[in-house]
Nanobody, 115 residues
């Protein structure tokens, strides 16, 4: 059974930082590309960052230089460190395993950046 559980969202001021965590079941974590997506009100869900099992990363242009994705293979956990947060980063953030077409999503965690 695939399980993805996010945590770490919340309310932060512009310029602040947050770290999101996603605890995954071993069955999916050891074989999957892991990623963070986000969806703002009225907008489509978009990829924020992804990381392969080997640690190769990719980022949306809008977060490059501010966000860092990492994974701890021993803890089956993927992280998203978010710095220099902007109001436009406000969204529900979702953890994903296996790519957007896999169907494996966490429940989402709200990130709200206030000015």
């Amino acid at each position: 059974q695939v399980r993805l559980v996010e945590s770490g969202g919340g309310l932060v001021q512009t310029g602040g930082s947050l770290r999101l965590s996603c605890a995954a079941s071993r069955s999916i974590f050891t074989i999957a590309l892991m990623g963070w997506y986000r969806q703002a009100p009225g907008k489509q869900r978009e990829l924020v960052a992804g990381i392969t099992t080997g640690g190769k990363t990719n980022y949306a242009d809008s977060v490059k230089g501010r966000f860092t994705i990492s994974r701890d293979n021993a803890k089956y956990t993927v992280y998203l460190e978010m710095n220099s947060l902007k109001s436009e980063d406000t969204a529900v953030y979702y953890c994903n395993a296996g790519g957007s077409g896999s169907g494996y999503w966490g429940q989402g965690t709200q990130v709200t950046v206030s000015s």
